[in-house]
């Protein structure tokens, strides 16, 4: 019998004891069993399969989840300041949605292009694309892959006979794969809490090539699967598609939330730093007859009257009044946040947009440079990414053939463009083609200038028609003279 990837692990833990790890190592393992038929059998090592995701894989999840949302746990969870009448700000910084919402803007602002050679099996991927909104799922699935390193999306037939595609969530849903080399999926599970208040269960739904199966546990804790029903569906492979970040399955922003959190702490200490400069503590320097309800008096009015005592000769003694604070290094406390600044943007491979360096009049070819480790995690991620596209459209291409609605393995040889989402350097581009003596029809000149002319078909139509207008408006005033 195969458990659960014990889980194919082979490799043991303890050599990590006394390490500091954010997450387990197991957080960002995929599972491996020997069949699917097996698994269906062994309704104690499907247990705790879930189990396992639950206590391991999920909880990493949601703290990426949270740095996404601005809730960046590190500091959040923070003990507080040991002097109870001190300032304890917590401030957060959402450089994580920063990263995930470049990565995605900039791989999927401008929308995938599917192409077929073939005239009638396009038609039919636009109507398909059309159908599941591609562009808007392929955005959704590439921030899921940028924050949690993995995405995940549900083929279904509804009841209309329309084939659809959802968006599934990574916190509940995950693959099994058989253990060849070849890393074939066998099954896909997606579960949920169901119930309010103290009945509370879970709904488990796992995916083959050729079943729906439904399970339920009435205890949260339990994990005991009991099989409610089981269903055929018509795509003759498991019909939850995996899309991954890269080859080890991480996000985006993962390997900076340290550095994030020490962004978060030192804003924070500045932010604690100048509450208490407020607060700060009134020296006096003297013997001053002065008792608590002078003082009280004196605070409230805003104002300080200090009259010396005299000493023995008769003479004034010595009284000063001054603050005590904190110092602060302001150059070496700033130079330090913008290191944590520049290491976020380095480690990430995302530009600082504020940065005057960056920002400034920069020709195409510097922006290229600039942009390279950028453009090399854009290149990594459409491999991958046109590889699970081939399977969404596989898959929706099985069942569009038991409807008769394709042909088998039509979908096959789909091409698909991806353009970064970059602003262009019409200008330089243009100089540099009338430096080498190009010339330009006007229709295409139009075409450089979308921003000014939406149509340049219908522009050029204008054109003429001013210009024969100017025309008979001349030749007439030529007559008249």
Same mark, same amino acid.
């Given at each position: 019998?195969?458990?659960v990837?014990?889980?194919e692990?082979?490799e043991s833990t303890?050599g ?6 954010r997450f387990s190592?197991?957080?960002n393992?995929q599972?491996t ?6 698994l269906?059998?062994d309704?104690?090592e499907l #247990?705790a399969?879930l189990?396992?995701h639950?206590e ?10 949270d740095?996404?949302?601005g809730?960046?746990?590190t500091?959040s ?6 002097e ?8 957060k910084?959402n450089y ?8 995605q803007g900039?791989?999927?602002g401008?929308?995938? #292009? ?7 099996t396009?038609? =039919?991927?636009?109507?398909?694309n059309?159908t599941?909104e ?5 955005a959704?699935?590439?921030l899921?892959l940028s924050?949690?390193?993995r995405?995940?999306?549900l ?13 599934s969530?990574?916190?509940e849903?995950f693959?099994i794969y ?16 169901v119930?309010y208040?103290?009945e509370r ?17 009435s205890?949260?804790?339990d994990?005991?699967l009991?099989l409610?029903s089981?269903?055929?569906h018509?795509?003759?492979?498991v019909p939850?598609?995996?899309? #991954?970040?890269?080859r080890f399955?991480?996000?985006?922003f993962?390997?900076? @939330?340290?550095?994030?959190?020490l962004?978060d702490?030192a804003?924070s200490?500045t932010?604690n ?9 009134l020296?006096?320097l003297?013997?001053v007859?002065l008792?608590a309800?002078?003082a009280?008096k ?5 104002i ?6 005299q000493n023995?000769d008769?003479a004034?003694?010595r009284?000063e009044?001054?603050?005590i ?5 302001v ?5 330090y =946040?913008?290191?944590l600044?520049?290491?976020?943007? =380095?480690?990430t491979n995302?530009?600082?947009l504020?940065?005057?360096n ?9 922006m290229?440079?600039?942009l390279?480790? @950028?453009?090399?995690?854009?290149i990594?991620?459409?491999r991958l990414?046109?590889r699970s596209?081939?399977r ?6 099985n069942?569009?053939h ?5 042909g088998?393995?039509e979908? %096959?040889g789909l091409?698909?463009k991806?353009t ?7 200008r330089?581009a ?8 190009g ?6 000149k139009?075409?450089?200038?979308p921003?000014i002319v939406?149509?340049p078909e %219908?522009e050029e139509?204008r054109?003429t ?8 408006s001349m030749?007439s005033?030529y007559?008249?003279n």
């Open positions: 019998m195969n458990h990837n014990n889980f692990l082979g303890s990590n004891a006394g390490k500091k790890r190592k197991e957080a393992i599972y069993f020997e069949s699917a038929e097996e269906v059998q309704t104690k #247990s399969i189990k396992h639950i391991h894989q999920r909880p990493r999840l949601t703290v990426l989840d740095y996404y949302l809730e960046n746990t500091i969870a923070a003990n507080r300041r040991k109870d009448d001190k300032a304890d700000h917590r401030a910084h994580a949605k920063y990263v995930s919402n470049f990565m900039f791989f999927v401008v929308p995938v #292009s599917v192409r077929h050679k073939d005239k009638s396009q038609e =039919k991927i636009n109507e398909i059309e599941i591609d562009a808007a799922l392929n959704d699935i590439v899921d924050i949690y390193g995405a995940y999306e083929i279904h037939r509804n009841q209309q006979d329309q084939t659809k595609v959802y968006l969530s990574p916190l849903t693959l058989d253990t060849t080399i070849e890393k074939n999926v066998i099954a896909g599970i997606r579960y949920f809490s119930g208040g103290g269960g879970i709904k488990v739904i796992l995916y083959t090539d050729k079943k729906i199966y439904t399970y339920f546990t205890n949260m804790g994990y005991n009991t409610k089981e269903v055929d018509p795509f003759g492979e939850i598609n995996e899309h #991954s970040n890269n399955r991480q996000g985006d993962e390997n900076v @939330l340290d550095l994030i959190d962004y702490a804003q200490d932010a730093y100048m509450t208490d400069l407020n607060d700060a503590m020296k006096i003297g013997n007859e008792d309800g002078e009280k004196m605070k409230e009015a805003n300080i009257f200090l009259k010396p005592t023995a008769g004034e003694g009284v009044a001054d603050y604070y904190k110092q602060y290094d150059s070496g406390s700033e130079a =946040k913008g290191r600044q520049t290491d976020i943007h =380095k480690f995302t530009p600082d504020n940065d005057e960056f920002a400034g009049q920069q020709s195409g070819e510097a290229k440079y600039k390279f480790g @950028l453009e090399q995690i854009r990594n991620k459409e990414f046109k596209l081939n969404r459209y596989k898959l929706i291409n069942v569009m038991l409807a008769s609605e394709a088998k393995g979908f %096959e091409t698909y991806f970064p989402n970059l602003p262009k350097s019409t330089e243009v100089d540099m083609f009338n430096a080498l003596g010339e330009l029809s006007q229709e295409t139009l075409k450089i200038i921003m939406e149509n %219908e139509k054109i028609s001013e210009r024969a207008k100017q025309r008979q030749s005033e007559m008249r």
